[in-house]
């Protein structure tokens, strides 16, 4: 199983990145997907999940109203769309599997490497 996830880079405060986690060895249907987010010295956060097959959406708080998670069944890949971007968004992203939507870390089955944002100005 491997989850790679891609899309990262620097944002200017309000702008919009769209990352992608490529799910191969597993599918969606199958599996929740989980985007979570670290900044060093802090703990990891979850951001949104989505099961595809269940069609179940949920988001953190900190991101909800501003951010859209898809799942595109066909490619394997999973899609977090991030708008309004604003500097405490800033963290690395990485996408993780589990059996059921929940941001609890030590559920998670399959984790990918991470991709970088920076939102600054």
């Known amino acids: 199983v491997q989850l790679q996830a891609s899309g990262g880079g620097l944002v200017q405060p309000g702008g919009s990145l769209r990352l992608s986690c490529a799910a191969s060895g597993l599918l969606l249907d199958d599996y929740a997907i989980v985007w979570f987010r670290q900044v060093p010295g802090d703990e990891r956060e979850g951001v949104s999940c989505?099961?595809?097959?269940?069609?179940?959406?949920h988001y953190s708080p900190s991101v909800r109203g501003r951010t859209t998670i898809v799942g595109d069944t066909v490619k394997n890949t999973v899609y977090l769309q991030m708008n309004s971007l604003k500097p405490e968004d800033t963290g690395v992203y990485s996408c993780a599997a589990t059996e059921f939507c929940t941001f609890y870390g030590g559920a998670m089955k399959y984790w990918g490497k991470g991709t970088q944002v920076t939102v600054s100005s």
């Open positions: 989505i099961h595809s097959k269940e069609g179940a959406t």
